[in-house]
């Protein structure tokens, strides 16, 4: 049994309470846009920033230490799993992911192997006990992993794209080479998961950023079913964030699918959110990130009208993607400050 942290309003608004305002963090709050990452980014490449745990668990918490933010989130990034299961990534400047050898054979997909996470990622477990202790117990902190699919997309495209052309030509023209590896990555992204729950992370975030590339039908059939694998296999361990940017046409099936909690990124209108998922789900989001380039007050007239939009219960104010790396640093605490000086 975790020891629960003295501010447990993230987990109350998980759990469906009555809450006086709000929870809120920002996806990305531990990145570019703060002077002390950069510090450390001009210092250390990017995986060794990730497989550093001293490294690791200080970028998590400098967010923590700046803001009055409600929880934490594990500084790592999607692509260790790829990394775990022995397919090559690096971190290209200016490039971002890039996979030398993308997987387009049936041999290198059943060459892949299913990782014992101890052995290849024992610096991200690592990484959790340290943050925990810098922690002390002031608020909780999330674990994450990227959605099979996503992942998918990488490692078969070889790099980020508009479109994923290659990723679906894939699907399309191979399907059960598709399932293979989608299969394998749904296994080990399971197993790290629960390793993480295990260490002591208090709920868990799976980012499909790239599920909106699909259509509605595809969705289900190349991600969804995955992501529910996931979320069958951690449900009674730990809560379940599932974030699957563009895919509001999928929003009524993932209420149904038992995630504690559900994403909504800037598109999709909160109002529009509450009803697909009938009121009984806890949701997230949905700032677009570059509003936080507004003034600070228009920050907290949007951020106010967002919580209004939402309502305070069941929810948990943060933005509808990744914080960008030019927000000011007063634009950021706006928004932050905004939440905590919601009243109905």
């Known amino acids: 049994m975790k020891t629960l942290p003295k501010n447990t309003l993230y987990l109350d608004a998980l759990q469906g309470k009555t809450v006086h305002r709000p929870p809120v963090w920002m996806m990305r709050q531990a990145g570019r846009y703060l002077p002390e990452f950069r510090a450390l980014r001009d210092k250390y490449d990017f995986f060794t920033r990730c497989e550093t745990p001293e490294l690791a668990s200080e970028i998590t918490v400098q967010p923590i230490r700046r803001y009055p933010l409600d929880a934490a989130i594990l500084f790592s990034d999607i692509l260790v799993i790829p990394q775990a299961m022995g397919i090559e990534v690096e971190m290209k400047p200016g490039v971002g992911p890039w996979f030398p050898t993308?997987?387009?054979?049936?041999?290198?997909?059943?060459?892949?192997?299913?990782?014992?996470i101890n052995a290849r990622l024992q610096y991200v477990l690592d990484a959790i006990t340290l943050t925990l202790e810098k922690l002390d117990n002031s608020v909780p902190l999330i674990g994450f992993a990227g959605s099979p699919w996503t992942i998918f997309c990488y490692c078969v495209e070889g790099q980020g794209s508009k479109n994923f052309a290659k990723a679906k030509a894939l699907c399309f023209s191979k399907p059960e080479w598709a399932h293979e590896l989608l299969q394998k990555i749904t296994d080990t992204t399971l197993a790290y998961l629960l390793k993480?729950?295990?260490?002591?992370?208090?709920?868990?975030?799976?980012f499909d950023s790239w599920g909106g590339m699909l259509s509605p039908t595809?969705?289900?059939?190349?991600?969804?079913?995955?992501?529910?694998?996931?979320i069958d296999g951690l449900k009674t361990h730990a809560p379940v964030i599932a974030f699957a940017k563009g895919c509001w046409y999928a929003l009524e099936k993932m209420a149904n699918s038992s995630a504690t909690a559900l994403g909504i990124d800037w598109t999709c209108p909160p109002q529009y959110a509450r009803q697909a998922?009938?009121?009984?789900?806890?949701?997230?989001?949905?700032?677009?990130?570059s509003r936080l380039l507004s003034s600070?007050?228009?920050?907290t007239v949007e951020t106010h009208k967002m919580i209004r939009n939402f309502g305070k219960d069941r929810y948990i104010a943060n933005l509808g993607h990744g914080i960008l790396p030019n927000i000011p640093l007063e634009n950021a605490e706006a928004f932050i400050n905004a939440v905590h000086s919601y009243k109905d």
């Open 296 to 299: 600070p007050k228009e920050i």
């Open 277 to 289: 998922t009938g009121q009984n789900i806890t949701l997230q989001g949905n700032l677009d990130p």
């Open 102 to 116: 993308p997987i387009s054979t049936k041999k290198q997909i059943e060459d892949i192997q299913i990782p014992d």
């Open 196 to 206: 993480k729950i295990e260490y002591g992370v208090h709920a868990v975030q799976i």
């Open 218 to 230: 595809d969705y289900q059939t190349f991600s969804w079913q995955y992501i529910q694998q996931l």
